[in-house]
């Protein structure tokens, strides 16, 4: 940005470019067809902004008194008013930070032999799919293929829950889980579906994994559908005393991909 | 109870005995002094009744009508109109069932060699604290140690993230953390710091702990401290790779659980 050019102030909540990210924030149809997200937070723009194309950048007076680096980020820059920032956050606290970004686009042409993938399936809520992107961003994983039903990686609550880690890690949606199994199968992936039902024991399957593997989940309350199970290689559960009924989806989650984690890990 | 006694009707939000138990719910101190708390959930409450005793148990007609079975749990037990649900709850949405149970009285006289702890510093996300609870009575841990700034085990959220594992696994509150350290270590128990600094890697260190193991794990701002980092035999990190800057607290800690969970799991 030329330092002499003064950034334009936005005073009004009506401000078509406000209601545009509005409705990026609101509308996960909306997120696809423009390609783009909004985000929100003093550390977590400027996080993503390393990760993805930072398209257009908003904020207060307040928050580059804070956070004079702001004005050194790409893209387009608008000042806004308090009560244009409340608009975009939706709620009265907020740090009045706001970034349009660019949606990474991945496919399963990224997918390839000896890769190590998370797939999961219906799971619905924002904060595990978030712990789980971060944890597969952690743990060297290759890439996070989301299927039917999962809460949306480009929603504030699943951006807040990963911390960012959605833009430094492949995110692949796919329509159909068990069309992807099968693709995987054909590289010589091994699909490991997390599920009770004729189970190995976790602690009973090698770490190495050297055609690559893909660690299935489903969702918090049903598991995985018995389609997808069926379409894997085997099924994988974690081992627990009788003191526990079971386990939180992220941790399990991060559980099965600690134990499946890249090399040097 | 005798099914030929009629269970008494609560009608007023003031009665004594909701008065007492919203007390319960919402200080800390009144929960020691009492040795009582109480929890809400139709499902919550069998499942604490199974590992504490439960002193008094209230529900409402529709979770009667939903859950028959919550007549056959012990304790003395009262009809409660749906307005006194409400405060109970302190919200509206609400299950209609709450319960006081008894605090169990666990003493660092548990602690004995060859055992597996966690002990948690400054741990102050109840989300987490209960996360962790329930991780290490899934993964066979002897007992957990809580020092002082923990969220509180007895309170509703840590309760609703702990399932009710704080009655399954042995709860020990201590004043001092590195007195209770040095306890262990006198008793040969490896006392390990989850730390960054000086610290070996989690995938370097043995699973087999024959003298016993305490992880110990602190606050998920500013960690340990450093007095309590120095009182343990040694750290251990969690390897990860730079596209993570770091773990949520409860996903850390039970990744480590599960690194040193009990024997045949």
């Known amino acids: 940005m030329d330092p002499m050019q003064e950034t334009p102030i936005i005073t009004s909540r009506d401000n078509a470019k406000i209601k545009y990210a509005c409705k990026l924030a609101g509308s996960a149809a909306f997120r696809q067809s423009e390609n783009a997200f909004l ?25 580059l008194e804070k956070a004079p680096e702001l004005a050194a980020l790409p893209g387009e820059h608008y000042l806004i008013q308090e009560h244009v920032a409340e608009k975009l956050a939706g709620v009265q606290a907020n740090q009045g930070v706001f970034a349009v970004f660019e949606i990474p686009q991945c496919s399963v042409d990224l997918l390839k032999a000896g890769g190590r993938y998370l797939a999961l399936e219906r799971v619905q809520d924002p904060g595990n799919v978030g712990t789980l992107l971060r944890s ?6 290759d890439a996070v293929i989301l299927g039917p039903g999962c809460a949306s990686p480009w929603s504030g609550k699943t951006l807040r829950a ?10 692949i949606e796919v329509q159909s889980m068990t069309d992807t199994i099968a693709l995987l199968r054909e590289k010589g992936v091994a699909c490991l579906a997390a599920a009770l039902y004729n189970s190995q024991l976790l602690s009973a399957v090698s770490q190495q994994q050297p055609g690559g593997v893909c660690v299935v989940i489903g969702s918090e309350g049903q598991g995985l559908t018995q389609e997808t199970v069926d379409a894997c290689d085997s099924a994988v ?3 627990m005393t009788d003191r526990a009924e079971s386990l939180n989806a992220g941790i399990a989650g991060s559980v099965l991909l600690w134990h499946f984690r890249g090399e040097g890990l």
């Open 136 to 141: 597969a961003a952690a743990f060297g994983f």
């Open 237 to 239: 559960r974690i081992p």
């Open 39 to 63: 985000a929100e937070g003093l550390k977590l723009c400027p996080e993503l902004a390393k990760g993805t194309t930072l398209k257009v950048l908003y904020y207060t007076e307040r928050a």
């Open 162 to 171: 990963s911390m960012g880690a959605a833009v430094r890690v492949p995110v």
